[in-house]
Nanobody
């Protein structure tokens, strides 16, 4: 199981980004995919998750209304569209795969990719 997150960068407040999580090595549509983030000195924070068929999603309270998770199973890729970025969104963003849908704990996701840095600053 391999996951690779990409799309991070330096963005001004109010800007937008699309993060991607490309997967390989497993039956992609059998797995829920979650996004988590970790700011310096803080624990991992749940951001969003999507079910294997893409029909169900769940978001962390701090990102509701600004973040949208989606997936393209034909491309084995999950996306995280981020709008109206705020400085407090600055973190390393990770994608992870798990067997159970709509879970919010890091321990529910056995497989993790490397992170992609998002920095929100003027």
């Amino acid at each position: 199981v391999q996951l690779q997150a990409s799309g991070g960068g330096l963005v001004q407040p109010g800007g937008s980004l699309r993060l991607s999580c490309a997967a390989s090595g497993f039956g992609f549509d059998d797995y829920a995919i979650g996004w988590f983030r970790q700011a310096p000195g803080k624990e991992h924070e749940f951001v969003a998750t999507i079910s294997g068929d893409g029909g169900s999603t769940r978001y962390g309270d701090s990102v509701k209304g600004r973040f949208t998770i989606s997936r393209d199973n034909a491309k084995s890729t999950v996306y995280l569209d981020i709008n109206n970025l705020k400085p407090e969104d600055t973190a390393v963003y990770y994608c992870a795969a798990g067997f159970r849908e709509l879970r919010v704990r890091t321990t529910d996701y056995p497989y993790w990719g490397q992170g992609t840095q998002v920095t929100v600053s003027s």
